[in-house]
């Protein structure tokens, strides 16, 4: 997927997890979901320091675990129903009141709040979302200065 990374962590303590890391751009954490900061989906993104998640991928995933928070199908009971919205609800023969952001969403839902190419990341962070895949945003560790 653009701008993700998904990972299956290979720490059997935690049932093998998977995760979707962010790929940093232009020396932005938050890569081509930039645009999601400062809205009601930041909050949803946990912020993990390279450390922890490079301890993570080496198969210790027990300090990653303790900072992700609520599991990702409920992470969209926090945004605002004018986010869960499906662009497509006015005009769709299959819509129903399950066409949101949840673990029943159905693949064709769209974003009603962003638009191309925006949208499509936001309909692939839904769809993660889905499969249980949590979202996380690696935080870089500041430079160490030795004197």
Not at 60 to 69: E, K
Not at 78 to 93: D, F, G, M, N, T
Request: proline fraction near 13%.
């Amino acid at each position: 997927m653009r701008g993700f990374v998904v990972t299956k962590l290979p720490d059997p303590a935690w049932g093998f997890p998977t995760i979707a890391r962010v790929i940093a751009r232009d020396d932005h954490p938050w890569g081509d979901l930039q645009f999601l900061v400062g809205t009601d989906w930041e909050p949803l993104f946990p912020r993990v320091s390279a450390a922890v998640l490079d301890q993570a991928l080496r198969g210790y995933a027990t300090p990653l675990m303790r900072v992700l928070g609520p599991p990702p199908k409920a992470l969209v009971k926090r945004l605002p129903v004018k986010e869960r919205l499906c662009a497509q609800r006015a005009s769709c023969i299959n819509y129903t009141p399950q066409c949101v952001p949840g673990p029943k969403v159905p693949d064709c839902w769209e974003s009603s709040t962003y638009t191309a190419p925006q949208a499509s990341i936001v309909n692939n962070i839904v769809r993660l979302w889905k499969e249980g895949v949590v979202i996380v945003v690696p935080i870089p560790e500041p430079d160490r200065v030795d004197v």
